[in-house]
């Protein structure tokens, strides 16, 4: 080959290489790009994630806490509380039992609004519980490292903050989660009250009693299961925590309970804070206090609500042993607690007991050795009397039936 030849080949590869060395810069700046999308699509989605979680949390707090807002002395103090046990267990910050080492909510995260919405500290006015909270610390994987590849640290930090709030009130339901225990109308009383006064004690019969299903006279308290059935089990399922929602007004029940009695006696127990065997509170929360009400440590024989509420606010146990089950203390009604022993309660149709015509809210007194021992409790008012302290899970938005929770924001 000519040198003339040689140089003319030379000049056609130059701008072959030139155009190789382009083309690996367009696919660096490609990669860059690229890069700094991967970096939003999977950053953003952390945030978004996290901020699900907190919402979750705070969605949960606020029922909680607005499940204690009953216009008593303590209710701001038992709905903090309730609030803070309540978001506690979600899990947040990609599902870190901790928050991520973060913090979980304090007292600053609540406030509480009247009937009007503004805000209160009153434990009277308050109808509205907000939770609200910054989730600090959620780190960025890939921005950060692109903020430090082109200077702007600023708009690209290695964490940023994510927020969320819930509001919650209490409205009338129209179905509720009630205890498997009716009360009958006294003869001739009607709505609200149904012949019995704030403060009156009411007798219910003993489990093992009510095997025979024999119907209830005027004024007299018994067992029925939610669900139509005669099974003791679905008893002891119905005064656990996982309660039977959906009662209304009208719904038909058949009074009896047989089978696994024991178990139910039980659950009742575990809301006084009575234990046996490996039982833990953890397994069968307790109400806020334990202690038990009757004639011989409260002669009177009615009207021991106010007490209660004062007890309830010390986290005060049961005296002692009931039989095999043994109290908890003090730190750990506080620990585990939430509002137990504050119940509704279906009134029947008396006759022949067949149907639900209101719900009531009651105290339970005292707890029960065995299925054969009757038990006490007293009566509160109408659950949907907003003087009445009744708190109960149930399907909200109503226009009848007991006060529950419910989100608003």
């Not at 509480?112 to 805000?119: G, K, V």
């Not at 903050?161 to 409205?171: D, M, Q």
């Not at 029940?253 to 047989?258: G, H, I, N």
Request: a neutral charge; charged letters at 15%.
């Amino acid at each position: 080959m000519t040198d003339t030849a040689r140089l003319t080949v030379r000049r056609q590869r130059r701008p072959l290489r030139a155009q190789a060395g382009g083309i690996i810069l367009l696919v660096c700046f490609a990669l860059l790009f690229l890069l700094g999308f991967i970096g939003i699509a999977l950053d953003l989605g952390r945030l978004f994630v996290v901020r699900n979680e907190l919402q979750t949390a705070l969605d949960s707090c606020a029922l909680a806490a607005a499940q204690e807002l009953d216009g008593q002395s303590d209710a701001i103090t038992r709905a903090i509380s309730a609030g803070s046990a309540a978001a506690a267990p979600n899990r947040v910050n990609l599902q870190s039992n901790d928050w991520d080492g973060q913090g979980q909510l304090g007292q600053s995260d609540f406030s509480f609004r009247d009937a009007s919405y503004t805000l209160t500290t009153s434990p009277g006015a308050a109808r509205y519980a907000e939770c609200s909270h910054t989730q600090p610390g959620v780190r960025m994987w890939l921005l950060q490292a692109m903020g430090a590849f082109n200077g702007d640290t600023a708009g690209n930090p290695a964490t940023r903050s994510v927020s969320a709030r819930a509001v919650a009130t209490r409205a009338s339901g129209q179905s509720a989660c009630p205890v498997p225990v009716a009360v009958v109308a006294k003869n001739g009383a009607g709505a609200p009250n149904y012949g019995y006064a704030v403060g009156d004690w009411v007798v219910v019969k003993s489990l093992q009693g009510q095997q025979s299903g024999s119907p209830l006279a005027p004024g007299e308290m018994g067992w029925f299961n939610l669900d139509g059935s005669q099974s003791g089990k679905e008893t002891k399922d119905e005064l656990s925590e996982g309660a039977l929602c959906g009662t209304t007004v009208d719904q038909n029940v058949t009074l009896k309970t047989s089978g696994n009695i024991q178990a139910a006696a039980t659950q009742w127990n575990y809301r006084f804070g009575l234990y046996k065997g490996n039982d833990t509170p953890s397994g069968g929360h307790p109400d806020y206090s334990g202690v038990e009400y009757n004639t011989s440590n409260w002669p009177a024989g009615r009207n021991a609500w106010p007490d209660f509420k004062l007890k309830r606010a010390s986290h005060a146990p049961h005296a002692g042993k009931v039989g095999a089950y043994s109290p908890i203390s003090a730190a750990l009604h506080a620990q585990y607690g939430s509002s137990r022993r504050i119940v509704t309660v279906p009134v029947l149709a008396s006759g022949a007991n067949t149907k639900v015509v209101d719900f009531v809210c009651m105290l339970m007194l005292d707890p029960m050795k065995q299925p054969q021992d009757a038990v006490h409790m007293e009566f509160l008012g109408n659950a949907a009397d907003a003087a009445a302290p009744c708190v109960n899970s149930g399907l909200a938005g109503y226009v009848a039936g007991p006060l529950v929770p419910v989100l608003v924001r």
